[in-house]
């Protein structure tokens, strides 16, 4: 008679994701393809030490989606100068090694996109973080990174 617990859960994480994504600053949808990529590489890190293939591609496959569809893509390039094309280069970088590490099950390769996506993120919220302060905005170099996002 009632579909199944977990189809219902999915369901209701759904509206919450995209209840979020439509309240969400610009800043915060950065945040928040960090987040995405970050726990993309968790879940393929498990998959891989647990042997399963098919669910490690997948994993490993989302999160490059979201490194080139959602990060690279989202860069303006002109307004973001110089460290919109070094983050490009990155991000070109991170998705080269995850198809190496999809490719020849290396757990380490996982680890360093991972951290390397984690650094961007935190200094990315510590970017929001100065924009809020109430004295005076963020410093000339965060301003200059935030740019870099300019077309979300």
Known sequence: MFGSPQRGVN???????????????PHKLVAMLYDGAIVALINATNHMKSGNIEAKGKAISHAIQIIDNGL???????????????LDALYEYMSSRLLTANLQNQVEILDEVRGLLTDLRDTWNQIGDEAH????????????????????
């Not at 302060?133 to 979300?152: C, D, E």
Request: proline share 4%; glycine share 12%; net charge positive.
């Open 72 to 86: 690279k893509a989202s860069l303006d390039k002109e307004v973001g100068g110089e460290i919109a094309k070094n």
């Open 11 to 25: 369901a209701y994480a759904k509206v919450g994701l995209e209840t979020g994504v439509a309240a969400a600053t």
């Open 133 to 152: 302060a109430p004295a005076g905005g963020a410093p000339l170099a965060t301003q200059k990174q935030a740019r870099a996002y300019s077309n979300i």
